[in-house]
T-cell receptor, first 111, second 114 residues
Framework: EAQVTQNPRYLITVTGKKLTVTCSQN?????MSWYRQDPGLGLRQIYY???????DKGDVPEGYKVSRKEKRNFPLILESPSPNQTSLYFCASSFIPGELFFGEGSRLTVL | DQQVKQNSPSLSVQEGRISILNCDYT??????FLWYKKYPAEGPTFLIS?????DKNEDGRFTVFLNKSAKHLSLHIVPSQPGDSAVYFC?????????????FGAGTRLFVKA
């Protein structure tokens, strides 16, 4: 089954404690991206990757890091989480160009 | 600066009638437009797309219209069904600039009343 898998789905953490949200896709897509969804703001792009070892900033990259060492994986790293990073996060992938396939989301709360 | 705008946060429609969701964009480099549908506790799912070389694309009950001169697109759902109740996101991409950023609007919540 074609899918984008994110983990964890839910996480409560404290300010400053590094965390990683993993994302994996099994569709051989070149393009992968991270979004955050906040009320009234829709989906805002954090980082995206056009292919292995090729990443670029989206609209809200501050406080986040990514890496693309393998085509199927695109982890999102929060080195020192802060409460303003409390959000619903989505990973997505696609061919270029093409429609995005989204994961089910990861709800992160930073206390 | 919001490059993709959905000015209606919500829309309520009677079952069987037409739902029209609107979207405006500002960047003339956008050449690929998409609509996504999102149910609570799920990720967005692709609904329909349109390339800038077209002005209409139809898929069953869903039709997307593109007016490039007005930088406006709309999604028509007819007839609307209660299962269509969801949040709809408009998205736009510029595929001819060497990158492939997809910018989303804030979403419109559609309520279809039985």
């Amino acid at each position: 089954e074609a899918q984008v898998t994110q983990n964890p789905r839910y996480l409560i953490t404290v300010t400053g404690k590094k965390l990683t949200v993993t994302c994996s896709q099994n569709m051989n897509h070149e393009y992968m991206s991270w979004y955050r969804q906040d009320p009234g703001l829709g989906l805002r792009q954090i980082y995206y990757s056009m292919n292995v070892e090729v990443t670029d900033k989206g609209d809200v990259p501050e406080g986040y890091k990514v890496s693309r060492k393998e085509k199927r994986n695109f982890p999102l790293i929060l080195e020192s989480p802060s409460p303003n990073q409390t959000s619903l996060y989505f990973c997505a992938s696609s061919f270029i160009p093409g429609e995005l396939f989204f994961g089910e989301g990861s709800r992160l709360t930073v206390l | 600066d919001q490059q993709v705008k959905q000015n209606s946060p919500s829309l309520s429609v009677q079952e069987g009638r037409i739902s029209i969701l609107n979207c405006d964009y500002t960047n003339s480099m956008f050449d690929y437009f998409l609509w996504y549908k999102k149910y609570p506790a799920e990720g967005p799912t692709f609904l329909i797309s349109i390339s800038s070389i077209k002005d209409k694309n139809e898929d069953g009950r869903f039709t997307v219209f593109l007016n490039k001169s007005a930088k406006h697109l709309s999604l028509h759902i007819v007839p609307s069904q209660p299962g269509d109740s969801a949040v709809y996101f408009c998205a736009a991409s510029a595929t001819n600039t060497g990158g492939f950023k997809t910018i989303f609007g804030a979403g419109t919540r559609l309520f279809v009343k039985a």
